[in-house]
Structures are given as C-alpha cells and as structure tokens.
C-alpha cells in the first residue's frame, strides 16, 4: 500500500499555554503521552514538544512562541484517532487543564493540521536505529 492510500491518520496540533502555566501543562502533558503510549495501541506515535529556545544559534524565523505545545500523532486508522479524541484520557486532560490553554468559545483553542506521508522515518531517541513509520503515517 502507497503512502497517499494507507488508512492511517497524521496530525500536527497546537496548543497556545497561558502565561505562568507552563510548569504545570508540562508535567500533565507528560502524563497523558505515558498514559496514551500504555493504554491506546492504535495510537503509534504520540509526540509532544515546544518550541526551542535561542540556543546554538538554531533560532529560525519568524521567532518563535513561546508558550506553546506542538503535537505530533500519527494513529493506526481513523477509528484509533476517534477513540483517543473521544476516550477517556483525553477528554480528562481537557476537562482538567483546559482552563490553563488560550481558549475560543469555552474549549482550548488549537490548530490542527492532517498529513499525508510521502517519506521519512522515525528514530527513537535513546537508540541509533531507524524505526519505520507505518505506511501512511
């Protein structure tokens, strides 16, 4: 199966903290991804990061937000997504540390953008191999 055709889901979000709440979104962010990892098997990538401060001169332009979180998911098919967005780790996330987000119409206000794969892998971190990304993702 070709990337472009694979029934997995790719996604980027964003999620814009308030001032002075970064300490505790960070600690419960770390939560939820150790959680998702442990308890949603269709859910094959789960990554969370914010933005890098000017350190070593990798600074890019435009400058960079602060107070943000990037996610980056990849799920095994539309179904893995629902049951994440739908399910109980996520909703408790929300309903807990919703309040600490910029927010629109009552609700933490994101960005979301879906991806189609066209190449590239994934590396963990601790080890030197490649670990391949499912097709599609």
């Keep these: 199966m070709n990337e472009t055709t694979s029934p997995s889901v790719s996604l980027t979000s964003e999620w814009f903290i308030l001032p002075g709440m970064e300490e505790k979104v960070l600690s419960a962010v770390a939560r939820l991804a150790r959680d998702v990892e442990q308890q949603e098997p269709g859910t094959l990538a789960y990554l969370v990061h914010t933005p890098r401060p000017d350190a070593d001169g990798l600074q890019s332009l435009p400058p960079q ?36 987000f910029v927010s629109s119409n009552g609700h933490p206000y994101t960005t979301v953008q879906f991806l189609v794969r066209h190449a590239g892998f994934m590396r963990d971190v601790a080890t030197p191999e490649a670990a391949p990304l499912p097709a599609g993702g």
């Design 65 to 100: 937000v602060p107070r943000k979180l990037l996610f980056f998911e990849v799920y095994r098919d539309a179904q893995a997504f629902l049951r994440h967005l739908n399910g109980p780790l996520f909703t408790q996330f929300v309903a807990d540390y919703g309040s600490c």
